[in-house]
Each structure stands twice: as C-alpha cells, then as structure tokens.
C-alpha cells in the first residue's frame, strides 16, 4: 500500500515515515515545500527506494495538493495530514499560521475525495490546542476529553500567537469532520491529538542550536546556565514522537479508530522536573546547567487542566514512554552530536 503524508519534513513525520518504512509494507509519498528540503530528507532516508518527494510549495493556495493528487492520487491508498504551521516567530497570524492550517486542511481533504478513489483512511494530526482555550490549559477545575473543543472566534485569534495557533488546529480539524460527513467520503476519517512531543530527532543531522518549538523545552535546559533560572520554563503534558508516530501508523489499519479522536499523552512535565532528570541522569552536567528545587507532579497538576484520555490509551495496542525515557533518549542524541562537532 501507498501512504501520502504532507509536511514530510517535520518532526513527527519523519518519525511516521521512519516507521511506514522499516516496517516493509508501505510506500511513501511525502510533500515537502522546496527541493532543497526534498534533497536533505531524500539523503537523510539513504535514499530509500520505497519513499519518493512531492513539492506542494504553499498550503495557502485552495488548490495546493491539486496537482499532486491529479498525478498520483489514484495510488494513494492512505492519507496522513500533518503540515501546518508550528512558528511562534511570526507576525500575521491571519496569513502565516490560520489560512496554512485551514485552507491546507481543506484542500487535501477535497483533493483526496475527487482525486484519490482508492483511500480507506485519511488521518489528520491536529493538537491538544483543538480541545481547550489557552487560558483553560492552567485552569485545575477544567477536565478535557476526546469529546473536547476551544471555542475560540476568529477575531479575538488574529491577535494573539497562541490564540491563533489554537484556532488554527481547531478549525482545521473540525473541517475535516464536516467535509467528510458533507462530502459523504468513502474513506474513515481518525484524528490524533498530541499534547507537548518531545522525543530524539528521527536523524541527528536534524540536531542544531534550535530545534522546532516543542523539543526546544528540552534543549533549552540543556543549554541553560547554572545558578540562572530557567529562561523558557513551562508546564504541560507530554508524548513521545516516537509514540505519536505509532498512534498514527496503527490508526491506518485499526477499524477501532475510525470516527475517533485520540488524545495522546502520557503524563504532566514542567522544566524543572525535566531540568532535574537531566541533573540527575547526566551526572558531566551537573553544576553546568540550571539545577531547580525538586518539583511533585502534584505541584505541578495544580497549574493545568486534567487531561483524561482513558478511552485513547483503552484504543490503541501500546503504552506510552515516560518522561525519564524520553529525556534519556532525548539528551543523549543532542550530547553525541554536539560531542562530535
Ligand atoms: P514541524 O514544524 O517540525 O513540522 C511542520 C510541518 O509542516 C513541516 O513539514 C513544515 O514544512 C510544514 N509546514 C508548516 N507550515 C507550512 C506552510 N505554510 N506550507 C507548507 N508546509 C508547511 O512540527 P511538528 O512535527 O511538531 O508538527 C507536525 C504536526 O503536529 C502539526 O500539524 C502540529 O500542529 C502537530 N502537533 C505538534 C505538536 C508538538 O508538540 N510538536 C503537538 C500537537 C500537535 P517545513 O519543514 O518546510 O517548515
């Protein structure tokens, strides 16, 4: 069977790829934005004869995966969406974050339906932003499920980074639903949504000072100084890439997870508890890097809302990697790497 994945480039996905791949039963058709990003991706895989590079420049554009879908569509046998903007460093969040997600949702979901008869699963990566607003994240009284959304307006979204990221990934999910439902698709819709991913880089030529928003948390405290606070200290829950990557792989043969929304996360984190593993499991960084007071998970929990996934986690077939692996696994490739340079 033939998988198309759009944003092949990024971190989860070329965890998704990594795995359709080594398991020998997927090919893989992938999009990426510009051939220079195709030609590292390609070298990166060692070229592997089972993955071949698509360019769909700009999500934006209505019919951005038209041409694509026209060509190949009928080979497509799956569909994983997970390009949309993960950029804090931008300043029009109507034009660089909401309309990427939206009309890129959109419009793959459209060209799958006209273009690619033979998919029986299109699986979309929204986000843990799609069930509640930033301001109920921190709130303890808030309890959030698979049944949950933000509610966020556009307007009040254009303003605020974090707003705009937060619709962006609602509404691009919801679209997902409605036109599967409206357009009457033949194929099953699952959605995954991930709280904070973290986990090593699929390859360690993707290692670099900084990395994308969500590994950053980690890298940052690797880098961060000793007797300084934290500069980016946050609280959250958290799931492995590599976790995430298998929910996604499972969901395109697994019937159970047709029609459903799965919340992957395994536990809560903040930096300080991080920062502490990483003192305690890399003994040649203590006293180099910041070292906070010991923080309990029940310290922690009263900052955030409780995520309950129990029907996700009674769905899928595995568990979870803890935050200790995670870290482990995760300091350990950026040591290597930088020991090397
Ligand atoms: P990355 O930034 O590594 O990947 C994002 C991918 O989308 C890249 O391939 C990127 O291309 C592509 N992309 C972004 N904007 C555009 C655009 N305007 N036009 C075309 N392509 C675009 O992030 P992640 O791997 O972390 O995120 C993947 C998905 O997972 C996203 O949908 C994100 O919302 C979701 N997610 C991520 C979480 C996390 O903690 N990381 C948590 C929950 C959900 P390029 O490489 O060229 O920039």
Request: charged share 20%; proline share 4%; glycine share 4%.
């Amino acid at each position: 069977p033939t998988v198309f994945i759009s944003g092949a480039t990024g971190f989860i996905a070329q965890h998704i790829i990594k795995q359709l791949l080594d398991s020998k039963t997927y090919k893989v058709v992938g999009s990426v934005r510009s051939a220079a990003k195709a030609e590292k991706l390609e070298s990166d895989f060692g070229n592997h004869p089972d993955l071949s590079l698509v360019t769909v420049e700009d999500l934006s554009k209505l019919d951005a995966f038209d041409s694509v879908f026209k060509e190949h569509g009928a080979s497509f046998d799956y569909i994983f969406h997970t390009a949309s903007p993960v950029v804090f460093t931008i300043t029009d969040f109507q034009n660089e974050m909401i309309t990427p997600a939206v009309n890129g949702t959109k419009n793959i979901f459209e060209a799958t339906v006209k273009y690619a008869p033979n998919v029986k699963k299109f699986v979309q990566t929204s986000s843990s932003a799609a069930l509640r607003n930033p301001e109920a994240s921190t709130d303890p009284s808030v309890n959030v499920t698979e049944k949950s959304w933000n509610t966020l307006g556009l307007e009040e979204s254009t303003k605020d980074y974090i707003k705009a990221y937060f619709y962006s990934k609602g509404t691009a999910e919801k679209i997902s639903w409605e036109l599967h439902e409206k357009l009457g698709a033949k194929f099953e819709l699952t959605v995954i949504n991930p709280v904070y991913v973290f986990g090593p880089q699929a390859f360690d030529s993707s290692v670099s000072n900084h990395l994308n928003f969500s590994c950053e948390v980690i890298n940052s405290i690797v880098h961060s100084k000793f007797n300084t606070p934290l500069s980016n200290s946050v609280k959250g829950n958290f799931i492995d890439v590599r976790d995430v990557a298998r929910a996604h792989v499972e969901a395109l043969t697994s019937d159970k997870l047709s029609g459903q929304r799965l919340i992957l996360s395994e536990n809560i984190f903040s930096s300080e508890l991080i920062a502490n593993i990483i003192n305690e499991k890399f003994p040649q960084l203590n006293g180099k890097i910041a070292k906070p007071s010991p923080i309990s998970n029940e310290e922690i929990s009263k900052h955030l809302a409780n995520i309950d996934n129990h029907v996700t986690k009674g769905l899928l077939s595995f568990e979870f990697r803890d935050l200790t692996t995670i870290v482990v696994d995760t300091v350990s490739q950026i040591l290597n790497v930088e020991a090397k340079k």
